[in-house]
């Protein structure tokens, strides 16, 4: 029998590659000079730190680009409030949202069986949601529609066996 799994994961590589870019560009931008602009990663958040507030708008604009460039979904970002650090600088921290949650799987189970294909069915296994159907067109009908429906994280589709 066909199936698949829905799953939200993060190009852990490909953050850190943005992260650098986006720090050698703050290096390297006018703007940015004299205000200690940088970003630090770790591997569940991301720490921004500048001067102002205003520089830490602007970095975090530099980071959204370079990590769209790296095919990087915004969605996996949690920005947090911005935050006063020593000697009056400003800090912010980004969250990186990995794995599908409680909420967002039976989201997930309802648009599957909103959809009423014969034969396919749902299950929520931890952090992923298993699709399974007796017609493999059935399961792209399920993947189409999960793509088009917001469900709040980014979604990736893995595993399909026939």
């Known amino acids: 029998m066909p199936s698949f799994d829905i799953v939200s994961e993060i190009d852990h590589q490909e ?11 703050a290096t390297t931008r006018f703007d940015f000079k004299n205000t200690d602009s940088k970003i630090e990663a770790t591997e569940k958040e991301l720490i921004l730190t500048s001067a102002t507030e205003d520089r830490l708008r602007a970095l975090y604009q ?25 000697k009056g600088t400003a800090r912010q921290k980004i969250e990186l949202k990995a794995g599908i949650g409680q909420e967002q799987s039976k989201k997930i189970n309802k648009l599957i069986k909103d959809l009423n294909l014969k034969g396919v069915t749902s299950q929520i296994q931890g952090d992923q949601v298993r699709v399974t159907g007796k017609k493999r067109d059935d399961l792209q009908a399920v993947i189409s529609a999960c793509k ?3 469900i709040g994280v980014p979604l990736q589709f893995s595993n399909f066996r026939d």
Not at 64 to 77: D, F, G, I, N
Request: without cysteine.
């Open 148 to 150: 088009e429906a917001d």
């Open 62 to 86: 530099v980071l959204e680009e370079k990590l769209v460039r790296r095919e990087v979904s915004l969605k996996s970002l949690d920005p947090k409030p911005v935050e006063e650090a020593a």
């Open 15 to 25: 953050v850190r590659n943005a992260v650098d870019q986006a720090n050698r560009e």
